[in-house]
């Protein structure tokens, strides 16, 4: 799976959009760009996923730029619960040896403050 | 609440010990995965389960044994564990390979 890069932390204010960036330059036409966050000792969550078209959910959304070499989450409304660490995710899809298995990275710690 | 529940929360064991934690879901889901998080690192791949045969083992030592006897539980057997083992055990699940999976919150396992 390839690699990706994010920053290792970001502010944001309570009620600003936060907006983490992702670098997957060596990414694959077949692999698929996932968002996880978690929050102090907590399992990861889920929050989106994208091939190549921007995505939409009722927590994020994904932009993908048009050659997929890097991504952005936004969240368009932070609050105090929005502070986690959150990690870009590329995986391929499809079956085999690479079932549905995760590499996560160091990702990006979160501070949503007042 | 994810739909995977793991089982204890917090576990506290000597290394001379053999514990086991448990991991169910009721999803439907096929695919079930043990990952390990350690203070300050990223989470680690253990095992993964496809339809109850495991289809990956992350060069993990023989002390961590898994058991998935159906498509909605899994086990992770621990005998004779090192104060390092101690870390954030995590449970996943998913339907199939390109879809998101969903995690437990964890067993937080304290060797001493």
């Known amino acids: 799976d390839a690699k990706t890069t994010q920053p290792p932390s970001m502010d944001c204010a309570e009620g600003r959009a936060a907006n983490l960036p992702c670098n997957h330059s060596?990414?694959?036409?077949?692999?698929?760009v996932y968002w996880y966050r978690q929050i102090h000792s907590q399992g990861p969550q889920y929050i989106i996923h994208?091939?190549?078209n921007n995505e939409t959910n009722e927590m994020a959304s994904l932009i993908i730029t048009e050659d997929r070499k890097s991504s952005t989450l936004i969240l368009p409304h932070a609050t105090l619960r929005d502070t986690a660490v959150y990690y870009c995710?590329?995986?391929?899809?499809?079956?085999?040896?690479?079932?549905?298995?995760?590499?996560f990275g160091q990702g990006t710690i979160l501070t949503v403050h007042p | 609440e994810t739909g995977v529940t793991q089982t204890p929360r917090h576990l506290v064991m000597g290394m001379t010990n053999k514990k086991s934690l448990k991991c169910e879901q009721h999803?439907?889901?096929?695919?079930m995965y043990w990952y390990k998080q350690s203070a300050k690192k990223p989470l680690e791949l253990m095992f993964v389960?496809?339809?109850?045969?495991?289809?990956e083992n992350n060069s993990v030592p023989s002390r961590f044994s898994p058991e998935c006897p159906n498509s909605s539980h899994l086990f992770l057997h621990l005998h004779t564990l090192q104060p390092e083992d101690s870390a954030l055990y995590l449970c996943?699940?998913?339907?199939?390979?390109?879809?998101?999976?969903?995690f437990g919150q964890g067993t937080r396992l304290t060797v001493v």
């Open positions: 994208g091939l190549k």
């Open positions: 995710i590329v995986r391929v899809a499809g079956g085999g040896t690479s079932y549905g298995k995760l590499t």
């Open positions: 060596t990414i694959s036409g077949n692999e698929y």
């Open positions: 996943a699940s998913s339907r199939k390979a390109n879809t998101e999976a969903f």
């Open positions: 389960y496809s339809l109850e045969e495991r289809v």
């Open positions: 999803l439907g889901h096929n695919a």
